[in-house]
């Protein structure tokens, strides 16, 4: 991952997953757990990542991540990647958000 961003993160407790379950074609992502319970899935299997431990999804993996009762991670990403997370924390239509992810060489798995 030549180019990077990380992002500080601080999930709030939540019954499901954080995000629908996705891909990005063309760029890794890791997920560094700082506190907290965090469970990443990638490629159908689930995976607790304990505080000071970290888990790297490869580009092509279907995935996304939980957490019960709370944690606070980095999140590492390509610029896309980034992008990505920030227009669709962006209020849209269905139709726009079904774009921005082929925008950003991700989709919904």
């Known amino acids: 991952m030549p180019?990077?961003?990380i992002r500080d993160?601080?999930?709030e407790a939540n019954a499901g997953d954080q995000a629908p379950l996705h891909v990005?074609?063309?760029?890794e992502e890791a997920f560094v757990c700082l506190d907290g319970d965090l469970v990443v899935e990638v490629d159908g299997s689930r995976r607790d990542v304990e505080p000071?431990?970290?888990v790297v999804v490869p580009r092509?993996?279907?995935?996304?991540?939980a957490t019960t009762r709370g944690a606070h991670i980095l999140a590492v990403m390509g610029p896309d990647v980034a992008a990505l997370v920030d227009?669709?924390?962006?209020?849209?239509?269905?139709?726009?958000?079904?774009?921005?992810?082929?925008?950003?060489?991700?989709?919904?798995?």
Request: aromatic letters at 12%; glycine letters at 8%; zero cysteines.
């Open 3 to 5: 180019d990077f961003v």
């Open 9 to 11: 993160w601080r999930l």
């Open 24 to 27: 990005h074609h063309a760029a």
């Open 52 to 54: 000071g431990t970290f």
């Open 60 to 65: 092509g993996s279907v995935h996304t991540f």
């Open 87 to 109: 227009e669709l924390h962006q209020p849209m239509s269905d139709e726009d958000r079904a774009a921005v992810w082929g925008r950003h060489r991700s989709s919904l798995a």
